[in-house]
């Protein structure tokens, strides 16, 4: 592979004020971009001042969603120096994503190599409070211009950062979800276990809904029966329920997170009971009423750990935890926040440190 050719700024950009960053609103000085040719493969990796790309109006990606994406977070250590989280999960399942797409995969080593430089080329956007971190957001997108539907033959690999707070404005105090029993996100055999653009465009008319209705996410529902719980809004979701905690197995329509796996992980290196299997909505709403409803989280990167404390579905509105933050969401918030912002050890050896 030809060396990374990085050509700097000459008019850096102000910084936002950390106390007001928000979620995705501001973005770092330089951008990282790749090009793919079905005939030479990627090439040509730079890091160049951010800025407006330059696409054809028939470029694939507009016309039929091909892009795939990912969400990862560096944070600033307590001396100084810049760790990633799980990096290596990230790169896999832009790979997975790729491959359902009909996108080419990235070599690994190669991927991390440019999420490093460019962290590193952009380290003093990288916020100091520890609630804050430096999101990353690589992207594929299909840029041969070309109408037919078809697997592509150029792409482009973009990755952006961009200075972040708490992805919800309530911080980590807990939301509202809407059951949706009408509109589903993905179905078995489609792309829903895939971080590509399209699932989030198909979510939009349901989450605007829920938002009308005074909820700030959609709880989802599998795409059959809608009966069973598949993931909430951007996040994958847990349960407690009469002492042990529950998510919904990976069926192939639900997104394997990063931080749904390090959540298992963690609860399991606890010994906290930890179950990945089928759950309805039904049997949650029994277990409320016989009292055994204990706590109810979401799992994301942007979000990280995000209590749930009032439910709808259909007719029927409740309270979980009494509207409080759980003791196991919360245990875990602290946790996994401290890993990644090396505050805290790191027992199962998940911060990877870049300087
Ligand atoms: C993330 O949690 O990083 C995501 O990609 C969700 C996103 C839609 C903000």
């Known amino acids: 592979m030809e060396p990374l050719q990085v050509i700097r700024t000459n008019q850096p950009k102000n910084k936002p004020n950390e106390g007001e960053l928000g979620f995705g609103k501001y973005f770092s000085d330089h951008m990282f971009v790749a090009d793919y040719t079905s005939e030479r493969g990627w090439q040509n990796a730079r890091i160049v001042p951010y800025g407006p790309i330059s696409l054809e109006p028939s470029a694939m990606v507009l016309h039929y969603g091909q892009e795939v994406f990912e969400g990862m977070k560096a944070y600033r250590g307590m001396n100084g120096e810049i760790h990633l989280f799980r990096p290596e999960k990230n790169i896999q399942r832009m790979n997975m994503s790729c491959d359902r797409l009909g996108i080419p995969q990235v070599e690994p080593q190669w991927m991390l190599e440019a999420i490093c430089k460019l962290v590193e080329t952009d380290s003093d956007w990288i916020p100091q409070q520890v609630e804050n971190s430096l999101y990353i957001r690589p992207f594929i997108i299909a840029t041969e211009p070309c109408l037919g539907v078809r697997a592509a033959k150029e792409y482009q690999l973009l990755i952006i950062t961009s200075p972040v707070g708490a992805y919800y404005s309530s911080g980590l105090a807990p939301v509202s979800i809407y059951v949706e029993d009408q509109y589903v996100r993905a179905v078995r055999g489609g792309t829903g276990a895939a971080k590509t653009s399209i699932n989030y465009a198909s979510s939009i008319k349901a989450q605007e809904e829920a938002k009308r209705q005074g909820y700030s996410q959609v709880l989802w529902l599998d795409g059959v029966e809608q009966r069973y719980i598949e993931e909430v809004g951007s996040m994958n979701v847990f349960f407690k329920v009469d002492g042990e905690v529950i998510t919904p197995e990976l069926n192939g329509s639900i997104l394997p997170g990063v931080t749904r796996d390090s959540v298992i992980a963690m609860l399991r290196h606890w010994g906290?009971?930890?179950?990945?299997?089928?759950?309805?909505?039904?049997?949650?709403?029994?277990?409320?009423?016989?009292?055994?409803?204990?706590?109810?989280?979401?799992?994301?990167?942007?979000?990280?750990?995000?209590?749930?404390?009032?439910?709808?579905?259909?007719?029927?509105?409740?309270?979980?935890?009494?509207?409080?933050?759980?003791?196991?969401?919360?245990?875990?918030?602290?946790?996994?926040?401290g890993i990644q912002q090396g505050r805290i050890d790191d027992p199962l050896h998940w911060r990877y440190r870049i300087g």
């Open 272 to 337: 906290i009971p930890v179950t990945e299997r089928k759950i309805t909505v039904e049997e949650l709403f029994e277990a409320q009423q016989q009292g055994k409803w204990e706590e109810a989280f979401g799992t994301g990167t942007a979000a990280v750990i995000s209590p749930i404390g009032a439910m709808k579905w259909g007719e029927q509105s409740i309270q979980i935890n009494q509207g409080q933050i759980g003791e196991v969401s919360g245990r875990l918030y602290d946790a996994i926040t």
